[in-house]
């Protein structure tokens, strides 16, 4: 069973950026598609971001322009460059990844984004 792990959260000022890295600890060829949700305290968890096995981007019209999802299939890593940051952006974020096992999660990072 691969297991994701995200890192790279923190808390930052506006405007600020951070990348978020998310570790499988096995090979992520096969997942059909990848992607970040983040959770606000008080709200429902949202779709960021997503990136196909094709390399096929779509992102929540909240961060595009300013957040850009990638993978690295030789590492094993799935990433967000989160640049531009606002308060709003405020969550936990988790990976997640679609394959022939089914749907997997990390276990979530913080972004807290604030002067």
């Known amino acids: 069973q691969v297991q994701l792990v995200e890192s790279g959260g923190g808390l930052v000022q506006p405007g600020r950026s951070l990348r978020l890295s998310c570790a499988a600890s096995g090979s992520i060829f096969d997942f059909y598609a990848m992607g970040w949700y983040r959770q606000a305290p008080g709200k429902q968890r949202e779709l960021v971001a997503t990136?196909?096995?094709?390399?096929?981007?779509n992102y929540v019209d909240s961060v595009k322009g300013r957040f850009t999802i990638s993978r690295d299939n030789a590492k094993n890593t799935l990433y967000l460059q989160m640049n531009s940051l606002k308060p709003e952006d405020t969550a936990v974020y988790y990976c997640?990844?679609?394959?022939?096992?089914?749907?997997?999660w990390g276990q979530g990072t913080q972004v807290t984004v604030s002067s």
């Open positions: 997640n990844a679609l394959g022939p096992g089914g749907v997997k």
């Open positions: 990136i196909l096995i094709s390399g096929g981007t």
